[in-house]
């Protein structure tokens, strides 16, 4: 490529996470061997097993060295080894602290349901089929880092729990922006959802979407929904969708209550952006949706493909490899034509494979 060398720095963090990075490595591998990118590849510790080496969930060196690559991939964070620590300890705040700091304001959850997968789904085939949803969710802002927050002791021996939501314009119009942007490539399309019926800020965020659009974004149909009646309407006909517009919390929920929709969640990937500096550079971190899964960790029986279509999406959005990124998306197509599956979405006449395996059935559809 004849360019510096670009960093990869790999976070495989707790649970099922370092199982399915180990599969995002080896693909990471075959591209610098196979297609002479010259990828530098760090691996460090975050989450709970930083807390068991470092005692704390990410140190400041993993920290800055996440500052300094092209792109971070996260496995995942948290388990019930840790559940017990006190708040500001506990190996979730690693990701929290990653995504504030590297100010990742804009998180991309693409809920696609693969044609192979329809039955996987528990919802009817013709009610998913086809299924292409981009759920873009604020980052940094809203009730995961709202002040005061806390524990409170009142009076009777009773304490209180406070947290805030607050946002501001700025916030508000800049990951709107980023949804009216993503629909224009897409569908057109894009449905915001608060509960302007009940929150100040549900009726600040409605306001600012529309003036936003008013503007610079005319062509766009823009929809108006409340963020319950979007859950409902997620079960009832998600094809209704183009773009889901959310903040932090209400994403966090639909986004797992949309991935569930194409059959599970070990297939659904995420980019969180920050925006481009001076120079052009932009701040990313690429993780699956899923989460660290205790229950099945250390197995060779997880999924591999969120975390391997995280990286397709690191390609696509922070390596302007969209050539890679394509083939990477399509020879995860071909494995699933072939029939096979790991446990999370095995079903009648398919092979069933572990976590190992799939990745490498992958790297073997690799052009
Ligand atoms: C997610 C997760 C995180 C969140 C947790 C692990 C902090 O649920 O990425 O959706 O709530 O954002
Ligand atoms: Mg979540």
Not at 166 to 178: C, M, V
Not at 189 to 204: F, Y
Not at 324 to 337: C, F, I, N
Request: hydrophobic share 40%.
């Amino acid at each position: 490529m004849g360019k510096s060398k670009r960093k990869f720095l790999l976070l495989p963090g707790d649970g099922i996470g370092p199982e399915v990075v180990r599969e995002a490595k080896k693909i990471i591998e075959w591209f610098n061997k196979h297609k002479s990118l010259d990828f530098d590849v760090d691996q460090e510790l975050i989450g709970g097993a930083s807390i068991d080496k470092n005692k704390i969930p990410i140190t400041d060196e993993v920290f800055y060295k996440s500052l300094e690559c092209d792109a971070v991939v996260v496995g995942a964070c948290g388990g019930p080894k840790w559940d017990n620590l006190e708040f500001s300890k506990k190996p979730e705040r690693a990701l929290l602290k990653l995504r504030k700091e590297l100010k990742l304001f804009a998180n991309l959850r693409p809920a696609i349901c693969f044609k192979q997968l329809v039955d996987s789904s528990t919802l009817k085939p013709e009610v998913v089929t086809g299924l292409d949803i981009m759920i873009v969710r604020e980052l940094t802002g809203g009730i995961y880092f709202g002040e005061p927050r806390g524990i409170e002791p009142i009076k009777n021996n009773e304490r209180k729990g406070i947290n805030t939501h607050t946002y501001t314009t700025t916030e508000i119009q800049r990951i709107a922006k980023t949804a009216f942007e993503l629909a224009k490539k897409r569908k057109n399309k894009v449905t915001s959802c608060e509960k302007s019926n009940v929150m100040e800020a549900g009726v600040l965020w409605r306001e600012e979407v529309q003036a936003l659009k008013d503007k610079d974004f005319k062509d766009i149909e823009l929809q108006h929904m409340l963020a319950d009646n979007c859950a409902m309407q997620l079960l009832r006909n998600p094809k209704q969708f183009d773009v889901i517009l959310a903040d932090n919390l209400f994403g966090d929920m639909l986004s797992d209550e949309a991935a569930m929709l194409t059959g599970s969640l070990g297939l659904l990937p995420s980019a969180s952006l920050g925006s481009r500096d001076k120079n052009g550079k932009m701040r990313s971190l690429y993780e699956p949706v899923h989460g660290s899964a205790p229950d099945i960790a250390g197995k060779n029986i997880a999924n591999p493909i969120a975390t391997i279509l995280s990286l397709s999406m690191a390609f696509r959005y922070s390596l302007d490899l969209d050539k890679e990124a394509d083939s990477l998306d399509q020879a995860v197509q071909l494995v699933l034509d072939e029939g096979l599956r790991t446990k999370d979405i095995i079903s009648k006449g398919k092979k069933e494979v572990t976590t190992s395996q799939m990745g490498d059935a992958i790297i073997s559809k690799l052009k």
